[in-house]
């Protein structure tokens, strides 16, 4: 497995990518709706959103009754999610909205056993080696507590990057139309997989999302295309209740 680690940040990017994020197709109407499907109920609950971008999962969590602790890598992003819920942030009660600068391959600066849930949308293929970020959430998760994220498909991407080797994580570049040059991590289903499983986690649901019709009417090629091949992947995970 090649894990070489590079770095790549949305700082430069941010503007662009919360002026346009909430009306991507493949995410206002694919990604997000498939998510929320999967979320076990939040009400009365904390909830760390684990690169929380420009807001929206963490709006979304607020108005679903549900206390939130956000961070994200991006000092950018995190400026733009303090714009997007500033008043949520002063006038929405002690302790139910905090958004900070933290980066989810340092340790969590969270106490043991915090939090109900974790969602992460779309941010683990920008991590080389999932193996501390996962153990850092289980720490940060309560008894009972579960982990949500989703990330791009392994298969999809094997088709869009012909890897030699499919089995090792590698880093990759690629250009998205609306956004720019990306940067982040293909890797084999099986090290999605094993990644979960060394951090003591236990996978309890794997959703391959079938986009909305509401995509199908803004983009019918593309849904097409989506219902050949799925662009993301969904994991719902909880911990072992013990772990050796």
């Not at 009365?44 to 969590?61: M, N, V």
């Not at 607020?62 to 206390?67: I, K, S, T, V, W």
């Not at 979960?196 to 959703?207: H, N, P, Q, Y």
Request: proline fraction near 6%; aromatic fraction near 12%; charged fraction near 25%.
């Amino acid at each position: 497995m090649t894990t070489s680690q590079k770095a790549f940040n949305y700082d430069s990017i941010a503007d662009t990518y919360a002026g346009h994020i909430d009306e991507a197709p493949y995410n206002a109407l694919y990604e997000r709706p498939a998510m929320f499907e999967v979320m076990p109920g939040v009400a009365g609950t904390r909830i760390l959103d684990a690169g929380c971008g420009g807001g929206w999962y963490s709006e979304q969590l607020l108005h679903r009754g549900a206390d939130v602790d956000a961070i994200d890598a991006s000092a950018a992003m995190v400026d733009h999610a303090k714009k997007r819920l500033a008043e949520q942030l002063s006038s929405g009660g002690e302790g139910r909205l905090s958004i900070q600068h933290a980066d989810l391959t340092n340790e969590l600066p969270f106490d043991d056993a915090r939090f109900d849930g974790v969602v992460s949308p779309l941010v683990m293929h920008y991590i080389a080696d999932w193996r501390p970020t996962l153990r850092e959430f289980r720490r940060v998760l309560k008894a009972g507590g579960w982990l949500l994220f989703s990330t791009h498909h392994p298969a999809t991407e094997m088709v869009r990057f012909a890897p030699k080797n499919y089995f090792q994580v590698e880093h990759v570049t690629d250009t998205w139309k609306w956004l720019g040059e990306v940067e982040f991590y293909r890797r084999p289903l099986t090290e999605i997989s094993s990644s979960l499983t060394d951090a003591g986690f236990v996978i309890e649901r794997l959703v391959e999302p079938v986009p909305t019709d509401e995509f199908r009417i803004a983009k019918p090629e593309s849904y097409a295309e989506l219902m050949r091949q799925p662009e993301f992947l969904i994991v719902l995970a909880r911990p072992y209740a013990q772990v050796p």
